[in-house]
């Protein structure tokens, strides 16, 4: 299973940006996708599920401002960026779980815990 990030770069602050991350090798149709960010010194965070049914679960620090979504045809998942913030800064990745479900987040946190495929990441840089 094979994923690969694309559309990175550098934007000011409340500028927009949209991630895509092209997957494949996995032919199941039962999957729970998501992004996870990681910036300088700090811990990796999950920003945004979603599964096979289109439930999708946001980071209250991004809820109303990144939208995940998938394109099934394209095997494409996407992360559509509004309003970035500085602090919103460092590498984004996207990963996958397979086919299992996705896990529900403990006191709002998504945990990185059973994700089997990575991408190599994206850098994402917001100035103020």
């Known amino acids: 299973f094979h994923l690969l990030e694309s559309g990175g770069g550098s934007v000011q602050a409340g500028g927009s940006l949209r991630l895509s991350c092209a997957a494949s090798?996995?032919?199941?149709?039962?999957?729970?996708m998501a992004w996870f960010r990681q910036a300088p010194g700090k811990e990796r965070e999950g920003v945004a599920t979603?599964?096979?049914?289109?439930?999708?679960v946001y980071a209250h620090s991004v809820k109303g401002r990144f939208t995940i979504s998938v394109d099934n045809a394209q095997n494409t998942l996407y992360l559509e960026m509004n309003n970035l913030k500085p602090e919103d800064t460092g590498m984004y990745y996207c990963?996958?779980?397979?086919?299992?479900?996705?896990?529900?987040?403990?006191?709002?946190?998504?945990?990185?815990?059973?994700?089997?495929?990575w991408g190599q990441g994206i850098q994402v840089t917001v100035s103020p």
């Open positions: 090798g996995y032919t199941g149709s039962r999957y729970c």
């Open positions: 990963a996958s779980r397979g086919g299992d479900e996705c896990m529900t987040p403990i006191g709002g946190v998504i945990s990185p815990f059973g994700y089997n495929a």
């Open positions: 979603i599964d096979s049914d289109g439930i999708t």
